[in-house]
Antibody, heavy 123, light 107 residues
């Protein structure tokens, strides 16, 4: 059974840093790209960042580029999100998600999600 | 960036109703369009990928169609467990973008 467990959320002051982690199990972690998606309370979904299986490809939303860094450790089946310079608008539930695609296509999707970790940015 | 819109933003329907949700991309996204269902307090769940492919375990009353810029999610006969918010997502280009969501409520 695929399981994704996020941790590291909490209350942080504006301008400070936080590091999120996602522990994966139930699949061969090193074979799949992974992503972070966030959702402000009561709002919609926003893709934050993604990283390829070997860390060779990385992308960010414009809203976090230059402040957030995604990384992974395939030896520990773990995904990370280093968040620096946090702002009030970064306050959200952060979901770790596994990507998949059909064998016949590069049309990616997010087939498994964690339960999320809440990041609160407030003084 | 590719913008994704959905309509309606919310709807009320009865058990057994046929429900249709529309998703539109600001440019052609081929078949790189997915649908997710989210219930309150829960993580999103993949329903349909590449426009029309049902994720394993998803009931056949859900279906998707469309191409290019216009896509549709249809629930053929609404069930009590289908009351939720539905999001479409394009993965044609980075940054991936989601539609704003359609909340399906009880009439």
């Amino acid at each position: 059974e695929v399981q994704l467990l996020e941790s590291g959320g909490g209350l942080v002051q504006p301008g400070r840093s936080l590091r999120l982690s996602c522990a994966a199990s139930g699949f061969t972690f090193g074979d799949y790209a992974m992503h972070w998606v966030r959702q402000a309370p009561g709002k919609g979904l926003e893709w934050v960042s993604g990283i390829s299986w070997n860390s060779g490809g990385i992308g960010y939303a414009d809203s976090v580029k230059g402040r957030f860094t995604i990384s992974r450790d395939n030896t520990k089946n773990s995904l990370f999100l280093q968040m620096n310079g946090l702002r009030a608008e970064d306050m959200a539930f952060y979901y770790c998600a596994k990507s998949g695609r059909p064998e016949y296509s590069n049309a990616w999707y997010l087939d498994y999600w964690g339960q999320g970790t809440l990041v609160t940015v407030s003084s | 960036d590719i913008q994704v819109t959905q309509s309606p933003s919310s709807l009320s329907a009865s058990i057994g109703d046929r429900v249709t949700i529309t998703c539109r991309a600001s440019q052609s996204i081929n078949t790189y369009l997915n649908w997710y269902q989210q219930k309150p307090g829960k993580a999103p769940k993949l329903l349909i990928y590449t426009v029309s492919r049902l994720q394993s375990g998803v009931p056949s009353r859900f279906s998707g169609s469309g191409s290019g810029t216009d896509f549709t999610l249809t629930i053929s006969s609404l069930q009590p467990e289908d009351f939720a918010t539905y999001y479409c997502q394009q993965t044609y280009s980075i940054p991936w973008t989601f539609g704003p969501g359609t909340k399906v409520g009880i009439k």
